[in-house]
């Protein structure tokens, strides 16, 4: 697990943990969850108060909303102003923030990709004296199943067998498989390795960019060939299988446009689980409607939820998922155990693990 040195982190030392830790779970956990957080020192005072929260629509959701009486809301509200720890943001009162928990030192994220939504509510500025710390690595295994599912339902050609038993027709048919084909991870932090691990193990040929290239052993992160974002242009005309990792920041955005998927070889496949707007989606369309790539698989869009009047809807080799490749029924389990962790760290004043920079904004 990555461990980020923690500039000025307001915990400088056990000493000044003598006294309680104000702890609120701002998003459905379940009770067992909660209990092991409870477990992990005498000095925290855990709030968890389910009726307040959101009801989860699904494993691990977190990002629900609901609609509190004012009573309730007033409840919530004492909890927020106490609190010198959550666990996630709180959904509910995201523009307040700053303003109802004016004691809080330190959010523990249930995302990986926060950086540009600590951006986009200004909490860097209207919150100085606050760290973040990310999700990161907690949705690698999911996320890398769903590339592997993805390159596995087009090399097999899930589509066609699909059509002919809903058609009751028996039609043998030709298809690929992935051994000896290239894929092209773009990002290589613990969700990319997942991806190229995997990659690796169906008999690939892995090539992978990563920002920072220089001292990384590309067989230790799944790859063949590891290289830097500068060598992308080159590498494009090798990818049959094209990952799109990276985090939204500011060198990323629309970095995979109109050139980088004319340069892939024709019948291509392009698979998104990053952020949307690293992929020029407008491209990407016009590259699929021409016949150019093969198929994309998209777990993320430039606008979520993705309009109904998007042409991706309706073509035939298009996966649109709902942002829910992620999504595991094993998710808050993972995010509990790095939360304990990084508690203990925080008690002890030492470095928090996933430390989000605010700066590169991962």
């Known amino acids: 697990m990555h461990v980020a040195?923690?500039?000025e982190l307001p915990s400088p030392g056990a000493a000044?943990?003598?006294?309680?830790?104000?702890?609120?779970i701002a998003s459905y956990l379940e009770p067992e969850h909660v209990e092991r957080i409870r477990a992990v020192d005498a000095r925290l005072r855990v709030s968890y108060e389910p009726d307040l929260l959101p009801p989860p629509r699904y494993p691990a959701d977190h990002t629900s909303t609901r609609s509190r009486s004012a009573a309730d809301e007033a409840r919530w509200r004492a909890l927020l102003a106490e609190a010198e720890v959550l666990f996630d943001f709180d959904h509910t009162n995201r523009q307040a923030l700053p303003e109802l928990a004016p004691r809080l030192r330190w959010v523990q994220a249930t995302s990986a990709g926060i950086g540009q939504f600590v951006r986009r509510m200004?909490?860097?500025?209207?919150?100085?004296?606050?760290?973040?710390?990310?999700?990161?690595?907690?949705?690698?295994?999911?996320l890398a199943e769903f590339c592997a599912m993805a390159m596995l339902m087009f090399a097999r050609n899930l589509w066609q067998m699909q059509r002919l038993q809903a058609e009751r027709r028996w039609e043998r048919f030709g298809a690929t498989d992935l051994a000896?084909?290239?894929l092209l991870v773009l990002g290589l932090g613990r969700v990319g390795t997942a991806v190229a691990r995997l990659g690796k193990a169906l008999g690939m040929t892995v090539l992978g960019v990563k920002r920072r290239p220089a001292g990384a052993d590309p067989h230790a992160l799944g790859c063949d060939e590891l290289y830097g974002p500068d060598r992308l242009a080159s590498l494009l005309p090798r990818a049959e299988f094209l990952v799109i990792v990276t985090?939204?920041?500011?060198?990323?955005?629309?970095?995979?446009?109109?050139p980088?998927?004319?340069?892939?070889?024709?019948?291509?496949?392009?698979i998104n689980i990053g952020r949307g707007q690293v992929l020029d989606e407008t491209a990407l369309t016009a590259a699929l409607q021409a016949g150019h790539l093969g198929g994309a698989a998209l777990d993320v869009f430039e606008t979520e939820p993705l309009p109904a009047e998007s042409p991706l809807w309706a073509m035939p080799?298009?996966?649109?998922?709902p942002h829910s490749a992620s999504t595991s029924?094993?998710?808050?389990?993972?995010l509990t155990e790095l939360f304990c962790d990084n508690l203990r760290r925080y008690l002890a004043g030492a470095p928090l693990c996933n430390l989000l920079d605010l700066e590169a904004l991962y």
């Open 247 to 258: 985090p939204h920041t500011d060198a990323t955005e629309r970095l995979v446009g109109a």
């Open 317 to 321: 080799n298009v996966l649109v998922s």
């Open 5 to 7: 040195v923690t500039p």
């Open 122 to 142: 200004g909490y860097a500025e209207r919150m100085p004296g606050v760290v973040y710390t990310t999700a990161s690595g907690v949705h690698a295994q999911p």
């Open 260 to 270: 980088e998927l004319a340069a892939l070889p024709r019948g291509a496949v392009v």
């Open 329 to 334: 029924d094993r998710e808050n389990g993972r």
């Open 180 to 182: 000896g084909r290239t």
């Open 16 to 24: 000044l943990h003598a006294r309680p830790v104000n702890v609120l």
